[in-house]
């Protein structure tokens, strides 16, 4: 058998362990140069990571978890959380013939639900909510499978009532990946931030941290080679791997083995404190979407990766259209370099989407905007990174009936969405609307709320044209006078995947 027929029954196998049923298809002659169209398939399987919520023993943490309903998908599903402290199952069934090892197993497994929220997701379509309060909630591993797994999402929201960090915590649990990049963290005194990696799968991962302040890379210590256990996580304060003191840095996590989830959580020692989310892949052009109007100050951070420096064009998409920010028209960014710049109250009272573009060659680049809501010792912090279009839906949960604000952004052209509220976690029908969001502007839409809204609903966005549209939700809950605030964004939930049609053709196989 030639090397060729290998390759030929090499990708045959490859399609069928995709499709589940795929076979090859040779086209004929006619048709030789041409692409048979892809199906948009459900995905079958989503992994989502959620970090270690807090160390404080004031915390209060919420998750909600969240499928939106999806044609073509199997009528048998689960969903589930788990801590990532424990075992696999696969690993705890293994050992079920030791006696000693099942009573270890059933203690961890009792510690476990002690400490695991208790998140049983229904039906898609409906949130479903689990509680934990203290300082000792693990992370968790989550898995969704068949009718669950499309559209998947799990907010996690602490509320911490004093102390360092205090205020509102948000983020969305994270697909594992191989490569994410914070810009906007910080190692100075007021600061304490941490980067939680979290390793899903059975074999260890091996990841290395690197640090990028205003002069370029930073010495670290022990920032190479960082060793996460099979299905556990690891915090990492940033202040441990440099003596360096900045207060605008960018961490870049790359996994040399395996895959992680990683996310930012930056405590403030009087500016309260919030997670932040990886920016999206660097670009030449970013939008950092969805600054709420009562920002008091606004502070961004960017950073350029390659070899090339970056000039960009600041902007801000308001509800009127796009203007220019007096005195900081234009951003300078070194290569290997953090650069940062304070817009002080940019949105001036309307709720705005920073446009970053080149002013001219195209230079990638990633960015992140920390935002201040209320005044002297009443201040509160959130986080907005760069994030990807909207694409074909995404959604966010834990929404109440007060609190919760939606903003779309449509830089290039005038777009139609519709927004579902979806039932509520305790009963309630869902709602939707369409709105308009004309081009060059950000809209801070009113919502709709599920009639007889119990408990907390989802919101899922649906761009209805080709048009770009990029979204964030703001979660707000005023605690003793201080306006907690944080900010998720909602890019492509990735909840089908393209698939080539193909139909079986042996005559391949005989060449």
């Known amino acids: 058998m030639n090397r060729t027929t290998l390759s030929l029954i090499a990708g045959t196998a490859a399609l069928a362990a995709v499709t589940g049923f795929a076979t090859l298809n040779q086209p004929d002659a006619a048709t030789a140069d041409t692409a048979q169209a892809a199906a948009e398939l459900p995905v079958e399987r989503t992994s989502l990571l959620c970090p270690s919520p807090s160390t404080s023993d004031l915390a209060d943490t919420s998750y909600t978890s969240f499928t939106p309903v999806t044609k073509g998908t199997d009528a048998d599903g689960t969903a589930e959380l788990v801590a990532a402290t424990t075992e696999s199952a696969a690993a705890t069934t293994d050992k079920a013939t030791d006696k000693a ?17 208790v998140v049983t997701p229904k039906a898609p379509g409906t949130p479903a909510v689990g509680e934990t309060s203290g300082g000792e909630t693990p992370a968790l591993l989550g898995t969704a499978e068949g009718k669950f797994a499309p559209g998947w999402t799990v907010q996690e929201t602490t509320e ?27 190692t100075v005194a007021d600061r304490t931030d941490y980067v939680h990696l979290t390793n899903p799968d059975d074999s260890a991962a091996v990841a290395d941290i690197e640090l990028y302040g205003k002069d370029g890379a930073l010495q670290t210590t022990v920032g190479e080679g960082i060793t996460i ?30 895959r992680v989830g990683a996310a930012v959580q930056a405590l403030d020692e009087k500016l309260g404190g919030d997670w932040l989310a990886a920016s999206t892949d660097p670009a030449g052009t970013q939008v950092v979407p969805g600054i709420p109007k009562d920002a008091t100050a606004v502070r ?11 000039d960009l064009k600041v902007q801000l998409a308001s509800p009127s259209g796009l203007i220019t920010p007096a005195g900081h028209e234009t951003l300078h960014i070194k290569a290997g370099m953090t650069a940062s710049v304070d817009l002080g109250d940019v ?20 960015a992140a905007v920390r935002v201040l809501r209320g005044k002297g010792d009443r201040q509160e912090s959130a ?15 834990g929404n109440s009936a007060k609190g919760s604000t939606l903003s779309l952004t449509a830089p290039k052209g005038t777009a139609k969405v519709k927004v579902t509220a979806s039932a509520g976690s305790g009963g309630g029908t869902a709602a939707s609307r369409t709105y308009t969001v004309k081009a060059g502007t950000t809209q801070e839409v009113e919502l709709p709320v599920p009639a007889g ?54 005559a391949v196989l005989q060449q």
């Open 347 to 366: 949105t001036r009272g309307e709720a705005g989407s920073l446009v970053l573009t080149p002013t001219d060659r195209s230079v990638p680049v990633v």
């Open 453 to 506: 809204l119990k408990g907390t609903y989802a919101l899922t966005v649906e761009p209805l044209t080709d048009t770009p549209v990029y979204a964030s939700r703001t979660l707000t809950a005023t605690t003793e006078g201080v306006p907690g605030f944080t900010i998720q964004t909602l890019p492509d939930d990735r909840g089908t995947v393209a698939v080539p049609e193909a139909d079986e053709d042996v």
């Open 101 to 117: 090892t099942d009573k270890a197993t059933d203690k961890a497994s009792d510690k476990k639900k002690a400490t695991k929220p």
């Open 160 to 186: 911490v009532t004093a102390g360092s960090g205090r205020g509102l915590q948000g983020v969305t649990c994270t697909a594992p990946d191989t490569e994410f990049w914070f810009p906007g963290v910080s």
């Open 300 to 310: 961004l951070i960017a950073y350029a990766p390659g070899d090339a420096d970056a």
């Open 383 to 397: 986080f907005i990174t760069a994030t990807a279009p909207v694409g074909t839906r995404a959604s966010a949960a």
């Open 229 to 258: 256990p099979a299905h556990s996580s690891e915090p990492i304060l940033l202040s441990t791997l440099t003596g360096e003191k900045q207060e605008d840095l960018t961490v870049h996590v790359n996994v040399r083995s395996g």
